[in-house]
């Protein structure tokens, strides 16, 4: 499955640049150098011994605690934030 993410343009010339140096101008280059980078990533944080305890939905549910809608509206409510944002970008 692809992974999409937006970064800073800067941080994204400079990665393509180094990418293209490391592993050549060929298709897949960018895929090498993005899996090599979070590789190294991980490998980094694991080696901290970072962990979570604690059942994962409960910490979920205890950030959500403050939000007095339930998830139907709430989905409604993002639909119409979406469209607003979706019909902003359309020329007319």
Do not use: C
């Not at 293209?20 to 190294?40: C, V």
Request: net charge positive; aromatic share 6%.
């Amino acid at each position: 499955m692809p992974l999409r993410v937006q970064i800073n343009k800067k941080l994204e010339q400079r990665f393509r640049e180094l990418a293209m140096r490391r592993f050549g101008y060929a298709k897949g280059a960018l895929s090498k150098a993005a899996e090599e980078a979070i590789t190294q990533w991980a490998s980094m944080l694991e080696g901290e011994g970072l962990s979570f305890e604690g059942d994962p939905v409960e910490a979920i549910d205890g950030l959500l605690s403050d939000v007095r809608v339930d998830s139907v509206k709430l989905q409604h409510e993002i639909q119409k934030i979406w469209a607003s944002r979706v019909l902003k970008n359309v020329s007319n």
